[in-house]
């Protein structure tokens, strides 16, 4: 469905670079995060349940995000780096991610001190700062993408 969309957007003469993919997903990220802390403000301090039904919302945003980032992050090692350290320009993508898995496996450690809210708040203001660099940096993305035939 993303390939169809960012298709038709290019047919249309309105095609999305691709740092703006990636800025759009972090944007994504982090709009599924908030909606989780806003999910959380139902639950009356954890003293109740909510429905599964915001679970399934937070899943749909979040893997559309990813669906646009993972992608879109690779096409970029492999079209950026010089050809004869592609590969290790992929090992270095792996293990960023990697070292994101580790971080998130940290947050779940502290997640039992923290409020459900706070908890969701912090990681959407981590996702949003990321948004934000993204954000910042375009022009200059988009330049080196282009310059580099990305």
Not at 40 to 48: K, L, Y
Not at 53 to 69: N, Q, S
Request: charged fraction near 10%; charge should be positive; glycine fraction near 14%.
């Amino acid at each position: 469905l993303l390939v169809g969309f960012f298709g038709w957007c290019a047919a249309k003469g309105r095609g999305v670079s691709t740092a703006h993919k990636m800025f759009y997903a972090m944007c994504l990220t982090t709009i599924s995060l908030l909606f989780m802390a806003l999910a959380a403000s139902f639950t009356d301090g954890n003293a109740s349940k909510v429905s599964g039904i915001w679970l399934i919302g937070f899943y749909l945003l979040v893997t559309t995000g990813e669906l646009m980032l993972s992608p879109v992050g690779l096409f970029l090692v492999t079209k950026l780096s010089p050809k004869r350290l592609a590969g290790l320009a992929m090992g270095g993508w792996f293990l960023a991610t990697a070292c994101g898995n580790k971080f998130s496996g940290f947050f779940g450690g502290i997640q039992s001190s923290m409020s459900p809210i706070g908890f969701f708040l912090v990681l959407a203001g981590a996702a949003g700062a990321v948004a934000l660099v993204l954000r910042v940096m375009l022009p200059k993305l988009d330049e080196t993408i282009k310059h580099y035939g990305g």
